[in-house]
């Protein structure tokens, strides 16, 4: 839009929904910072070690302990323990099958950042078991693809109550994983 253009829509004054009720705030709330999706991003390309993911991500040991503990406890990682022969056992840590439905977001993510960021399409392909690669499409509820989302718009499902609408707390004074 110009300086010189004017917006043809009304500005919606509320949220149609509190963030207490709302799927999306519990989502980011559970999944938390970039340190945490890039774990998740370690955890989806194999990475299972400590030390592997503290390496990879140059992420402070404490800060990497800290989120994969708060991972652990959202249940979207699993830590398992291994043992390399004459070492002490060691822990691992994988995705959940929580975690692992959480893919399709991690794949609209990519998807995103290589359509709008500098750095174009990017060398990581997520594949099936197949060895088919992978995307994520919106669809409505007739099964046809969304191809325009300029129209797109968060409305507060048939049974939401207005007269239960309230201030929650920002999933920012929430402690967030």
Same mark, same amino acid.
């Given at each position: ?6 917006? #043809? ?6 949220? =149609? %929904?509190?963030?207490?009720? *709302?799927?999306?705030?519990?989502? %980011? ?15 989806? *390309? ?7 993911? *503290?390496?990879?991500?140059?992420? =402070? ?10 991972? %652990? ?5 699993? @830590? #398992? #323990? ?21 893919? =399709? ?21 997520? @594949? ?30 048939? @049974? ?18």
């Amino acid at each position: 839009m110009t300086a010189t253009e004017t917006k #043809t829509t009304e500005p919606v004054g509320r949220s =149609p %929904i509190p963030l207490a009720e *709302c799927a999306l705030a519990r989502a %980011i709330g559970a999944i938390g910072d970039g340190w945490s999706l890039l774990i998740l991003r370690e955890a989806l *390309c194999g990475v299972e070690r400590f030390d592997a993911m *503290c390496e990879d991500l140059a992420i =402070p040991r404490s800060v990497l302990a800290d989120r994969l503990a708060r991972l %652990i406890e959202a249940g979207i990682l699993e @830590q #398992t #323990t291994y043992r390399e022969p004459g070492q002490r056992s060691r822990k691992a840590y994988v995705l959940s099958e929580t975690g692992r439905a959480l893919i =399709p977001a991690l794949v609209a993510l990519r998807a995103w950042a290589e359509d709008h960021l500098p750095g174009g399409r990017s060398s990581l392909r997520l @594949q099936d078991k197949d060895g088919q690669e992978i995307s994520v499409h919106l669809l409505r509820a007739d099964g046809t693809k969304v191809e325009d989302f300029a129209g797109i718009k968060a409305v507060a499902a048939p @049974q939401t109550q207005p007269s239960t609408r309230h201030r929650a707390a920002s999933p920012r004074t929430r402690r967030s994983v």
